[in-house]
């Protein structure tokens, strides 16, 4: 997992004209806490934060007044309509430390021959990793599955240093046959009052 270098600017003024403000100027107001410490409201540049969040569980080392420091996004709000980075929140780590985030689970591979579906049950798994080291994504392999077959989170590959941190009896991903769909009876009655 790399790391993405951010400069951050404190914030002074609240409230939401001054957030109106700052996301005038392309930044975007966010809010720093963890490890006790009291939370530090900062500003970030909105087009490269908007860029490394497309990183699940990105490690961001940003500059807070010359001080180093490693965080991972908490909650980020978006604009509903616009899509644009309305306030994030970061959550101080250390390295070594451990974390508990939830990391996209996706498939590769093609099913058995057949109608079958696949039904994504949990599209992402919860894990503990080192706060340097966190998956970007797991991949599941669904090659030659049939109708009734099920990954269970404990059949999942975890890298070395990450573990579950839900039920791993839990399903990730099942097979389901396809449901044919019956073939309406549509000249029933239109047969009858042809005949009268």
């Not at 961001?60 to 306030?87: C, F, M, T």
């Amino acid at each position: 997992m790399s790391e993405v270098k951010l400069a951050a600017e404190v914030r002074k003024s609240f409230g939401k004209g001054a957030a109106r403000s700052i996301r005038r100027e392309n930044k975007v107001p966010a809010v720093v806490y963890g490890h006790g410490s009291e939370p530090v409201h900062v500003t970030l540049p909105g087009h490269e934060l908007l860029l490394a969040l497309r990183t699940p569980n990105v490690l961001l080392s940003l500059d807070i007044d010359g001080k180093n420091e490693l965080a991972i996004p908490k909650a980020v709000q978006r604009d509903a309509i616009k899509g644009y980075l309305v306030h994030v929140d970061l959550l101080l780590v250390k390295r070594g430390e451990k974390v508990t985030v939830e990391v996209p689970v996706e498939t590769e591979g093609d099913l058995a021959p057949g109608s079958f579906l696949v039904e994504n049950v949990l599209s992402t798994l919860t894990v503990e990793a080192e706060a340097t080291h966190i998956p970007t994504s797991f991949t599941v392999s669904i090659e030659g599955l049939e109708a009734g077959a099920s990954i269970h989170a404990k059949d999942v590959e975890l890298p070395k240093g990450t573990t579950l941190a839900i039920d791993p009896e839990a399903v990730v991903i099942q097979i389901l046959a396809a449901q044919a769909e019956e073939p309406a009876a549509e000249g029933a009655e239109g047969d009858e009052a042809a005949e009268a």
